[in-house]
């Protein structure tokens, strides 16, 4: 074991001893040390440490957060090895966050009719995916909650889902409508059936009863997504599984500023619901969509014209 690689192992202990879960940047940062031993270099350089944040060419995306990885791990580095260069800020402009993609109804149900077209005919994974996909549509969770989910946590006679160490380490308890639960309900029983002895304490699982993987996740999304038009047949952009987070959110203030009610009130519950950490975080979506911001901006006026 490289001696950088054996500093990663502690920075990596420090870090999660901090509170952090650090499992995507332990990734990303033994891809570096790789990186480091191909070339036998044992001090980390800004040229380094660009040349491999800038990996692969057409990622614009991901070099300022592998950068912001290495910088960090070399200001750990640098006090046990001085000739450590720590790469400055600004070398890769942040991009800042994603403007989400909000779907509609029909783009939504087109892709959940896809999913039920995967082959094999007869095989579970179109069921999968399709109660994978419309779970995600109608409560807001993220991809990795919704992956994490185990049988345990999925009370089909209460109609509610528990969602267990979540992004900032906090569970959370989500109430689910009847129709979802009758789909729940419905792949429940057909994996049951399918696989005939459990494999696994997972909800929504593999072909063969195994824990379902987000990289073949991403795979079949990406797949549908271009054969239902969501996207061109060679493009990496367009909408994302996030995308469906994004809109369940935007679609609840919505229909609660069209009933009347006070959005101001109520967002603590959906920051609650969505597993926010600072409430901060779920008023970003009034600013992502015209027609929230209409009615933001009409509410204001009629406060305005109330105020003596």
């Not at 999925?154 to 009758?182: A, C, I, N, Q, Y």
Request: hydrophobic share 40%; net charge positive; aromatic share 10%.
């Amino acid at each position: 074991m490289s001696a950088l690689r054996q500093v990663l192992r502690g920075y990596v202990a420090m870090r999660r001893g901090l509170g952090y879960k650090f499992v995507h940047q332990e990734h990303r940062l033994a891809g570096f040390i790789t990186f480091m031993e191909q070339r036998d270099a044992a001090v980390i350089t800004t040229k380094l440490a660009l040349e491999w944040a800038t990996q692969p060419p057409g990622r614009h995306a991901s070099w300022a957060i592998r950068l912001t990885d290495v910088r960090g791990f070399a200001r750990h580095l640098h006090s046990l090895e001085p000739r450590t260069e720590v790469p400055p800020t600004g070398m890769i402009p942040y991009r800042g966050r994603i403007r989400p993609y909000l779907y509609t109804d029909t783009e939504i149900q087109t892709l959940l009719t896809a999913a039920l077209a995967l082959p094999p005919e007869r095989a579970l994974r179109r069921w999968t995916y399709h109660c994978l996909f419309g779970l995600l549509a109608v409560t807001g969770l993220r991809i990795s909650e919704a992956l994490a989910l185990r049988c345990e946590d999925v009370d089909l006679e209460m109609g509610s889902l528990t969602v267990r160490d979540t992004k900032f380490g906090k569970s959370r308890w989500v109430p689910l409508h009847p129709s979802t639960r009758r789909v729940l309900s419905d792949y429940a029983r057909r994996r049951d059936g399918h696989l005939g002895t459990p494999r696994s304490p997972y909800f929504l699982v593999a072909e063969r009863g195994g824990r379902l993987l987000p990289q073949y996740v991403y795979r079949v999304f990406w797949r549908l997504s271009r054969e239902t038009g969501l996207r061109g047949a060679s493009a990496h952009e367009g909408p994302r599984l996030h995308d469906f987070r994004h809109r369940f959110a935007v679609t609840t203030l919505i229909n609660w500023y069209r009933s009347g009610q006070s959005v101001d009130t109520l967002m603590p519950v959906l920051s609650t619901y969505l597993g926010h950490s600072c409430v901060r975080d779920t008023y970003w979506y009034l600013s992502v969509c015209p027609e929230l911001m209409e009615h933001a901006a009409r509410r204001l006026e009629k406060r305005w014209e109330a105020s003596p």
